[in-house]
């Protein structure tokens, strides 16, 4: 497998399975399992929260919004309070939101999430998507849109978390670019990557970018369409030897209009 490092969080989730005989939870139901953990889940409406969990003396109750609207974030928020469930105990109510659960913080969200949340994340991708069994089933696979999109119905998540376990373990380096209400809030970029990006957090999209369509346009590409040819200056710097036309680089988007926000996968073939 690729040189992963395991993090807490991950660490705990990879633990955690191989404690109870799992490989994968693919087969099997995470209520189910968050159950015979000693969690009892519970859907109900919340108000302005994804999900929560209370620890009681001797019973721990973690409660899930029926409301959120995709299953995927739904199954995504249960792995992340689970994820508290058997680091975090010790805290009495613990409640999160989008903002929370989110793959993407600005540095002052993060500083404000703090590390819990961090590893709960972790510990929910890896719960969820089992590092080993990823690789194998990105392994000599051409990247793609269609790839991802493959990947995460394998998995049964959502897509933005298929595109962060990618940019962690794929064949191929994809670098990531997050906006919100027109604004670049988060970008990553592999380690060693030869292309500079220009920093632009808390700045508009490239105006010749995918994303900026969708926010100026509402344009939202389909499937068939969906891998977008765009110039390397787009998102990246391009130095006064180079030629754009010497570079074929490609941008899709994954776009949330429920939050106004865009999660931009940009790759160099």
Known sequence: MKNYRYNKGSAAARDLLDQNGFESLLDFSLELFASGLGATVIEKPLLNSDGRIIFGKKHTVIEINQNIEFEQRKKF??????????????????????????????????????????????????????????FEKQKGKKFS????????????????????????????????????????????????????????????????????????????????????????????????????NDFKFYEYCIVSSVYNSVLSVVWEE
């Open 77 to 134: 928020t249960l792995a992340h309070e689970i994820g508290h469930f058997v680091l975090h105990k010790g805290i009495d109510i613990h409640n999160d939101t989008e903002a929370t659960t989110s793959w993407f913080n600005n540095k002052e969200k993060q500083a404000k999430s703090g590390r819990v949340e961090c590893e709960a994340n972790q510990f929910a991708s890896e719960l969820l998507m089992p590092s080993h069994l990823f």
């Open 145 to 244: 849109p269609q790839l991802l999109r493959d990947l995460a119905e394998f998995f049964g998540v959502s897509i933005t978390a298929i595109a962060f376990k990618y940019f962690e373990l794929g064949d191929h380096p994809i670098c990531l670019f997050h906006s919100h209400n027109k604004k670049v809030s988060y970008w990553k970029w592999p380690e060693g990557y030869p292309h500079f990006i220009i920093d632009r957090t808390k700045l508009e999209p490239p105006e010749d970018s995918v994303a900026m369509e969708f926010f100026d346009k509402d344009k939202i590409y389909p499937k068939n369409q969906s891998k977008q040819q765009i110039w390397k200056s787009t998102w990246f710097d391009l130095k006064d030897w180079e030629d754009d």
